[in-house]
Structure formats: structure tokens, C-alpha cells
């Protein structure tokens, strides 16, 4: 029997905790099993990107930056990954490119290794500056492709995208199945199809919210794919990933073996369990989130799309709107242009069917990112736009169609301007140009508490003295 042992990526510092429990870990909770998850062997460990940036700042009191750091001192074995959203950075809209490029810069110098970078919309000329930074600061490029369902996701589209994507320059591709639809015999094929027009390793990346993500997975390595996405299990299901240890076991024995020490994996799960019990208690974790959601195959929508749609609409006091507005969704994603439901998208196309079905009249209302989008700020959409419903959100204006980001001017020296009585590194430069008021917010509460000021300053003298990327 010929070894191919498929490889595991670690999720539960980043997405396994931003599924389950809203990004709200603590890095005091990290930090105590950081070094013995550096001895399991993972492919890598996800620990940045995504919600996690604007959580530290806003919820947490933390500096990203210095979580970074902190984490990077302990993992020395295991390279560390994180998310971006291509030209959207951890943001929800475009940024100049220096804006971009500093960002790769900084994150690589950081500590960080791999950088899976994705755009909502599939556009692939929005992950262009993204890419070129992170080659040229030496880090692993790993460009996403944003899985969905609908008339234009073919397996031609899927393959032209991948091409395309090594192309520019991938070490690696990742199928980003971000709302769990990815069933088993569509992964089987698909994973076959795309294996077939590649050379560069394909990792996947899925959620267990409709219930078949373990199934997609087994069948995904028997086509070819070389590395999966879990969570250890009391952060794994669900939502979230698919529990590492069992599918270490599920493939244990066989020629896809992953050599992981299944006795680390359960002293990890050990730790993190009485972490999940403390979550259920506070009510930071929802049963709710750890069911099956067979509406995900349904209306095509990911877990934490239907939790803010349930959210609007118990703030407007409309709950009895729910189906009402769960219809809207697939007819607003087509006048759209049939994007895939990935952050940003997913909140534009969710917001806008609640606003369309509260309002009693489609687009009466519309948001200012849905005129965006509609404007062609965000891209170019895998399909057309209902003509009618981009007439009415934007009247005369036009649509255009160059890559948005060749639009906006430089903006790094303006924002050294706006930061420079609070700044007290470069990196804070950057949280500021991502969420000027919630970053403003942290670097205020930071000097008036200058006890929790020196201790940090001393956790990130620390932290900065050690950190080095694995290459």
C-alpha cells in the first residue's frame, strides 16, 4: 500500500473559535497549550486573520499585533497561517494597495508563515497585490477559492480559477467552503477535477453545518486533496470544522495515515474542554450552533448569516419575516450577480433581503454596500447584474469595470497623520487604517492604563525577540 498521508491543519485558535464562541478566546487561553500543540506535527496551526483582528481590539482589549508576537514565541516547529481578505485585508471594504502591501509586510515580519488569501466575489484581480507582498516577504502564498453553489459554479469555473491562481504565483490552493456544501460526491469529483489541472498541494477547507462535512472530507483525500482543515474536537462541530482527532482516526491505519500522536491530540482536547464548558455556562456558545442546519443546503447560506438575519430581525421586533426573508436571499444574490455568500458578500446580499422584505418594496432602501457592489466597488460578479435592480439602487450612475482598487489613492501617510499622537508602534498604523474608531478606542484605553501599558509593553519586548517565521 502506497503512503499518502494527508495532512491537518490546525483551526481552533482561529476559525474553530470564531465559529463556535464569536472569535472571543482570549489569548490568555492560548497561550498555556501553544507549545505542546508545536509538538503534534500539524501541517500548521491557524491562528490570525478573519474576525480575530477586530475582535482583539473590540471586544477583548487586546493587541492583534502582539497576540501575533506572543503566539509566534511559542510555536518554534509548526508554521503559523492566517486569513485575509485579499483586497478587503480583515476589513469589509477595499484598501489602497500600500495599505495592502504594509499589511503583508508587517503580518509576515510577525511571524506569520502561510497567508490564505480569498476574495468574496471570486475575483481573482483582487488578490493580485495580496500575492505579490506575500512573495515578495518570502511567506507561502496560498490563494482561496470561494465554493458555491449555483448556475455559474461549474467544475470549468473551478478549474479555470485554480489555474489561474497558481498562475499567479500559489505554493498551495485552498477550496474555502465557508457554509458547509460541499457534500461527498461533489468533493470527490471536484477535488479530482481540480488535482487534475494543478501541480501545487490542495487543502480544504469546510463547515459541519449541514452535516456531511466529515463524509466530503474522506472522500476529498481519496481524490487527492493533501491537506484538511480541523478543529480539535470541544471546538470542532458544528459550525466550526470537523473534529481533528476523528479524522485522525478515520484515516488512521490507512495509506492516508496522518502520523499525529492521537495521546497530544486528547491532552489538547483536555485542555480546551473545561474552556468550552466555561463558554456554554456564560452563554458565549449557543447549543444552537452545535446542530445540524439542514437550511444551509437548502438556501445556500452560511451558519453566521442566518444567526444576523435572526439578529435584524428580532431588533426590528419582525421574527415572523424569517422564511420571508430566507426566500429574498437566492432572488437578491441573482440581481447580484450570483456571488458566493462569504464575508462581505454575505452580509450585503443578507442585509439588503431583510431591508427588501421589511420595507414591504424591493431596493425601496438601499444599503450604501449594496450600492457598492452594485457600482462595481467590490469587483466583477461571477454573473451579470439584474439590470433593473442595479437602475434602481444607482439611477444614472455607472458600474465600473477596472479593478477597484486602481480607484483609490494612496492612504498609509494619511492615516501616520491621523494616529501620530497615539501611535506607539508601526503596526498601529494599520489597526487604525482597518477600524479607525474601534483602534482609536484601544490606543485611548491603552495610555490611560499605563499599569497594563508597561505589563504588555513587557509580554511584547518579550515576544518581539523571538519571533521568526518558519521557512
Not at 52 to 60: H, K, P, Q
Not at 136 to 164: C, D, F, K
Not at 203 to 223: F, L, M, N
Request: net charge negative; charged share 25%; proline share 5%.
Amino acid at each position: 500500500m502506497e503512503k499518502r498521508p494527508v495532512k491537518i491543519t490546525e483551526t481552533v485558535l482561529r476559525d474553530g473559535q470564531q465559529s463556535l464562541i464569536a472569535t472571543r478566546m482570549p489569548i490568555s487561553d492560548m497561550l498555556p497549550i501553544a507549545s505542546k500543540m508545536d509538538e503534534v506535527g500539524y501541517n500548521a496551526v491557524e491562528v490570525w486573520g478573519g474576525a480575530t483582528f477586530d475582535s482583539c481590539l473590540r471586544f477583548l482589549n487586546e493587541d492583534p499585533w502582539e497576540r501575533l508576537r506572543l503566539l509566534r514565541n511559542e510555536f518554534k516547529k509548526t508554521k503559523l497561517q492566517m486569513l485575509f481578505r485579499g483586497q478587503n485585508i480583515l476589513g469589509y471594504h477595499h484598501y489602497a494597495d500600500d495599505v495592502v502591501e504594509y499589511f503583508v509586510q508587517k503580518s509576515i515580519a510577525n511571524g506569520i508563515d502561510i497567508i490564505r488569501i480569498f476574495d468574496a466575489l471570486n475575483d481573482v484581480r483582487n488578490l493580485e497585490t495580496a500575492i505579490r507582498a506575500t512573495k515578495r516577504e518570502g511567506g507561502h502564498v496560498q490563494p482561496a477559492i470561494s465554493y458555491t453553489l449555483g448556475e455559474p459554479y461549474t467544475h470549468e469555473y473551478y478549474m479555470n480559477l485554480a489555474r489561474t491562481m497558481q498562475d499567479m504565483g500559489a505554493d498551495s490552493i485552498c477550496i474555502k467552503d465557508m457554509a458547509g456544501l460541499l457534500v461527498p460526491a461533489e468533493a470527490l469529483s471536484l477535488v479530482r477535477d481540480i488535482k487534475s489541472v494543478i501541480s501545487v498541494p490542495l487543502e480544504i477547507h469546510t463547515h459541519c453545518t449541514s452535516g456531511v462535512a466529515d463524509i466530503s472530507y474522506v472522500r476529498a483525500v481519496e481524490a487527492g486533496a493533501d491537506i484538511i482543515d480541523t478543529a480539535i474536537s470541544p471546538f470542532g462541530g458544528g459550525t466550526s470544522q470537523p473534529p481533528t482527532e476523528a479524522l485522525v482516526k478515520a484515516f488512521e491505519g490507512s495509506e492516508y495515515d496522518t502520523g499525529l500522536d492521537m495521546e497530544k491530540l486528547i491532552e489538547i482536547a483536555e485542555y480546551f474542554r473545561p474552556i468550552r464548558e466555561r463558554c456554554i455556562e456564560s452563554g458565549l456558545l449557543n447549543p444552537k450552533v452545535m446542530g445540524v442546519d439542514i437550511n444551509t443546503l437548502k438556501y445556500q447560506v452560511p451558519g453566521g448569516m442566518l444567526s444576523n438575519l435572526v439578529s435584524q430581525l428580532k431588533e426590528q421586533r419582525a421574527e415572523d419575516k424569517y422564511y420571508d426573508v430566507l426566500n429574498e436571499v437566492p432572488r437578491v444574490r441573482a440581481d447580484m450577480g450570483t456571488p458566493p455568500l462569504v464575508t462581505p458578500s454575505s452580509q450585503i446580499v443578507g442585509t439588503q433581503a431583510v431591508m427588501n422584505v421589511l420595507m414591504g418594496e424591493r431596493y425601496k432602501i438601499a444599503t450604501a454596500e449594496t450600492k457598492d457592489l452594485f457600482a462595481g466597488n467590490y469587483g466583477k460578479t461571477p454573473m451579470p447584474f439584474n439590470e433593473e435592480a442595479r437602475r434602481k439602487v444607482l439611477g444614472d450612475r455607472e458600474t465600473i469595470t477596472c479593478r477597484p482598487a486602481d480607484l483609490i489613492p494612496d492612504e498609509l501617510d494619511k492615516y501616520e497623520q491621523e494616529i501620530a499622537k497615539y501611535k506607539q508602534q508601526d503596526e498601529d498604523v494599520l489597526s487604525y487604517a482597518l477600524f479607525p474608531k474601534v483602534a482609536m478606542d484601544f490606543f485611548k484605553k491603552r495610555v490611560a492604563s499605563p499599569d497594563e501599558n508597561a505589563k504588555n509593553a513587557v509580554l511584547n519586548g518579550m515576544a518581539r525577540a523571538s519571533v521568526t517565521p518558519l521557512k
